[in-house]
């Protein structure tokens, strides 16, 4: 007997590569904000109750990373900004001391957060989109992406990766001649007739960007196929009408003009994701052109629903494209549960395979605005349109950081692209966990605890049978890097 546990010790173990771990913590009611609280030292296995323990060896998805929505409002709001204050939004978001964005969306054309309604082709049944421009874009959108990836390109050559989203075609593609969806989903549909001109109208968009220094990485067939908005563009399409569109023409049509550029199902709530990827997945010509799907976080946790959907084609990636929250507070005195949120629902993502989170708008105005959809209701600064990570003031030339903006650090500043995560398992449920392996071979575990009471447990690495000893604050997060 005591051969054998020999033989199963010596196998299993690997050494550390850091012997201590670097704690980072934020913490409701104190000053810790990402900060990196000192270095814990591993030390041989002990008993203890409560524990994390992470497995090294098991091995899951590749991450692809962070980022944030380049909403027309988003790029409005930083060009009202000073040339100080603009930058330090850049180095907040993109900077190697920032949250490290790799990711972006980019709305193709007008959405809920954009000035007003526009296409890139207003002249009616234009069906070889002779009159197609972006020059529309030119004012508020590219000049803040381009500085974007300028300041990301200041320490990394990895490059950013951009996801654009359509919101609707022009009017007159659309089987109610009209932008929004005001009357049914039914007939907010793009009419046959110009299914090739649609597809024709997204390529064109990748060329028109590619050429403006903004390449695209991939492309979404619609935002929110099932949402078909009564105040904002939209469109509808249900799973086959959007299988069929892709198959026929969106596939081709990129595969000849943009061969590298992919395309993302679905982008819409987790609630319907395995619904949409079974329809699509089951018609293999037109699964071949579908890199993965797109989830949005509104219909709730729905982890379980991303994790059937994983199962149904293991080789296609699921990425969270899009989450928000009402503003409900005075952004001076931002919302706790909102970082909460997040990293809960990042956390129940990633431990389901979703590869990635793009958060809505990067920036918007006190009053979560603007939005040409308009807020529905504002008291004074309560209650406006969306919450953002970052909010300006331009009277002011104030920038407030919500408290999601921290939490979301805690993920995209150490999670970096290329990492894959690894297991990890809790002995309780009072604490949420993930646990990652980075390019460099760092160990990254984030641990999460909404609960009103501070927790002390055990993080134990199964590989090398080393643990150490922690507490975790109530309402608190914490990255632990080794
Ligand atoms: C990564 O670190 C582990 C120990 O944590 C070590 O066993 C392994 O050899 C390292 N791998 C590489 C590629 O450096
Ligand atoms: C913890 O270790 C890191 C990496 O070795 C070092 O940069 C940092 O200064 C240490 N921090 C503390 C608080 O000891
Ligand atoms: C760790 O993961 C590996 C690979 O999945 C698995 O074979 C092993 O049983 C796991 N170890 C423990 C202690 O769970
Ligand atoms: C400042 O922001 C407000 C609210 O978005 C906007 O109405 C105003 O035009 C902006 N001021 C400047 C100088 O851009
Ligand atoms: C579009 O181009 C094709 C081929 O050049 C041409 O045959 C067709 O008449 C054009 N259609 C319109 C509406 O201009
Ligand atoms: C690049 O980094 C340097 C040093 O951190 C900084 O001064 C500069 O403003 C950055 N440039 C951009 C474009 O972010
Ligand atoms: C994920 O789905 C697989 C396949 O259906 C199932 O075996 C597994 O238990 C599920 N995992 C979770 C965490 O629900
Ligand atoms: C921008 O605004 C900030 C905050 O009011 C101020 O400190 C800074 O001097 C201004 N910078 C420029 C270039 O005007
Ligand atoms: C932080 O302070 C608020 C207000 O006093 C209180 O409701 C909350 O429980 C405190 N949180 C922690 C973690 O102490
Ligand atoms: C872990 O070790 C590697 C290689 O020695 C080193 O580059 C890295 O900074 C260390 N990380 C921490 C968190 O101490």
């Not at 699509?280 to 629903?305: K, L, M, P, Q, S």
């Not at 449920?429 to 927790?455: C, G, H, M, Y």
């Amino acid at each position: 007997m005591l051969w054998i546990v020999f033989l199963v010790g010596v196998a299993a173990s690997k050494p550390l590569q850091n012997e201590s771990i670097s704690l980072y913590q934020t913490a409701q009611n104190t000053t810790d904000r990402i900060t990196l609280k000192g270095n814990v030292s591993f030390e041989p296995d002990f008993k203890f109750s409560t524990s994390i323990t992470v497995n090294r060896s098991a091995k899951y998805q590749e991450m692809l990373g962070f980022g944030g929505a380049f909403t027309e409002s988003s790029a409005y709001v930083w060009s009202t900004l000073n040339a100080t204050v603009q930058q330090r939004l850049l180095d907040l978001y993109f900077s190697k001391e920032g949250l490290q964005y790799s990711l972006g969306r980019i709305p193709i054309g007008s959405c809920d957060f954009a000035l007003a309604w526009y296409s890139y082709d207003e002249v009616r049944d234009d069906a070889n989109l002779t009159h197609f421009t972006v020059s529309h874009e030119k004012k508020w959108r590219i000049p803040f992406i381009r500085a974007a990836i300028e300041s990301r390109s200041n320490w990394t050559t990895a490059p950013f990766k951009f996801v654009a989203s359509p919101w609707s075609p022009p009017k007159w593609m659309k089987t109610n001649d009209f932008p929004y969806c005001p009357t049914s989903c039914f007939d907010c549909q793009l009419k046959a007739e110009y299914r090739d001109t649609y597809a024709m109208y997204m390529s064109k968009f990748i060329t028109a960007f590619d050429e403006l220094g903004v390449p695209t990485w991939a492309v979404t067939v619609q935002n929110e196929p099932e949402a078909c908005p009564l105040l904002y563009a939209g469109m509808h399409f249900n799973p086959e009408t959007e299988r069929d569109f892709v198959r026929d023409h969106l596939g081709p049509r990129l595969a000849n003009d943009h061969p590298a550029v992919k395309i993302l199902a679905y982008d819409h709530n987790k609630d319907h994701v395995a619904k949409w990827a079974k329809v699509i997945y089951a018609d293999a010509a037109a699964a071949r052109y579908v890199w993965g799907t797109a989830v949005h976080w509104y219909t709730g946790d729905e982890f379980e629903n991303v994790n059937a959907t994983h199962y149904l084609a293991p080789d296609k990636p699921i990425l969270a494209t899009e989450a928000t929250v009402a503003r409900e507070k005075d952004p001076r005195a931002p919302a706790w549960e909102n970082g909460e949120h997040y990293a809960h629902d990042m956390i129940g993502d990633f431990n389901n395979w979703v590869v990635g989170f793009i958060d809505w708008n990067l920036v918007l105005d006190m009053y979560g605005g603007p939005d040409h959809a308009g807020p529905a209701e504002c008291e004074g600064l309560i209650k406006c349109g969306s919450d953002a990570m970052i909010l300006a003031d331009n009277s002011t030339q104030e920038l407030y950081l919500q408290i999601f903006y921290y939490y979301m650090g805690h993920f995209s500043k150490f999670v970096s692209p290329g990492s894959v995560r690894v297991g990890v398992s809790a002995s309780t449920n009072d604490l949420e966990s993930t646990a990652f392996v980075t390019p460099a071979n760092e160990t990254v575990v984030i641990v999460l605890n909404r609960q009103d009471s501070a927790t002390t447990y055990k993080l134990l690495d199964r590989l090398s049978g080393k643990a150490a000893r922690i507490t975790v604050p109530a309402h608190s997060i914490q990255t632990l890097v080794y």
